[in-house]
Each structure stands twice: as C-alpha cells, then as structure tokens.
T-cell receptor
C-alpha cells in the first residue's frame, strides 16, 4: 500500500510570491491535514479536509489556504510569501472517521523563502 | 484547549541504556495518544498509539502506557540502539464529539542521541 506522497520535496521562493504544495493520501483515506514545522514553533496544525470540506482550522493567517479534490488529494497554497514562512510543511492522511484516529505523514515539503 | 508537554532538552545515551521520555497532556475529552518519530530529513513515522486508559502501545521495543490518573504517556525502551537516534514527538487526538478529527496536538519534541 503506497504511503502519503508530497510534492515537491524542496522549494525555493522569493518574498511576495505564492506557492502550491501537493499531497496524495493513502488510498481509502478521506482526511488530509497539513502542519507547519519550524525549529522555533515546533509542529503547528494548519487545517484539515475531509470529503472536500475544510473541517478544522488552526490559527494561521488567510494567506494560508487549502483544498481537497474528489479523489482526496489535497493542495495547500501560501500567497504573498514572507521570510517567516520558511518551514517544513507536512501532510498527514487518516481515515477521518470511526475510532482509528492515527495519522500517517508524508516526507514533507521543505520551503525556503528568500 | 489541549496541550502536550514533553521532557525538556536533548537526551544522550550509550547503546543498550534504558530510555524514558516523559509526556504529560491536558485534554478536555478522552484523547487518543501517540508517539511519533522523525529521522533527519524525513517526515513523522507513527511509532505507537493508545486509544483508552490503561492501554499499552508497543512497537520495535518501545512501549508507552496511557495513564489517565496522571495524564501521562511516557515512552520507554529497555535497550536503545544507535539507530534509535531521532526526534520523538508525543501527540494527542481528541475526537470526542467528532469535532477534532484530523487535528493532532504535538509536544515540542525530544532529541535522542545514542552513542556506540
């Protein structure tokens, strides 16, 4: 069974640009969550999508947005990039219902804003 | 709100030493608890889980018991190896009422270094 796939693995962008990150979840998983990991703030929850609907949202500015497609693949977009957006962005896939809340993570996308 | 607290500072051990990484939590409901491990340049791997009080999660020689009375989920291993060197994260998922699916709350992580 294929794991969670995130693309691209590495990105370098300039301040003010926008970026789109992609996540393909494990087959059969309907929930995709996104996290930002930085040395200073640790792992912070961005948002979660289930069946194409945002079900949960963290405390990030509106520049961070996402969506989920009918095949459960998800994209995350960051507009007007700032230097502080440099981080490892992790996507996690889970069933999203029932009594199995465990999530499985991709390898992440390392975003560097210069 | 929910929170997870892990023991401070990096942990350095010699091979075959006993490992304990402390984790305590605060949650409004009845959370599920997890330990994840992150190797350099990688994402997080699920190490073990426990979904109710007194459950013991175990995997690859690691164990953790869900202690509701002390709100703790300490990670232990009887004999660590050099290959266990990584960052370990304690996390909780509070899905009571169905409002927190997909959201994990993480501790700050503990860096483990094991020397030969």
């Amino acid at each position: 069974k294929a794991g969670v796939t995130q693309t691209p693995r590495y990105l370098i962008k300039t301040r003010g640009q926008q970026v789109t990150l992609s996540c393909s979840p494990i087959s059969g998983h309907r929930s995709v969550s996104w996290y930002q990991q930085t040395p200073g703030q640790g792992l912070q929850f961005l948002f979660e999508y289930f069946s194409e609907t945002q079900r949960n949202k963290g405390n990030f500015p509106g520049r961070f947005s996402g969506r989920q497609f009918s095949n459960s693949r998800s994209e995350m977009n960051v507009s007007t990039l700032e230097l502080g957006d440099s981080a490892l962005y992790l996507c996690a896939s889970s069933l999203g219902q029932g009594k199995s809340p465990e999530a499985f993570f991709g390898q992440g996308t390392r975003l560097t804003v210069v | 709100g929910n929170s997870v607290t892990q023991m401070e500072g990096p942990v350095t051990l010699s091979e075959e030493a006993f490992l304990t990484i402390n984790c305590t939590y605060t949650a409004t409901g009845y959370p599920s608890l997890f330990w994840y491990v992150q190797y350099p340049g990688e994402g997080l791997q699920l190490l073990l889980k426990a979904t109710k009080a007194d459950d013991k999660g175990s995997n690859k020689g690691f164990e953790a018991t869900y202690r509701k009375e002390t709100t703790s989920f300490h990670l232990e291993k009887g004999s660590v190896q050099v290959s266990d060197s990584a960052v370990y994260f304690c996390a909780l998922s509070d899905i009571a009422g169905g409002t927190s699916y997909g959201k994990l709350t993480f501790g700050q992580g503990t860096i483990l270094t094991v020397h030969p």
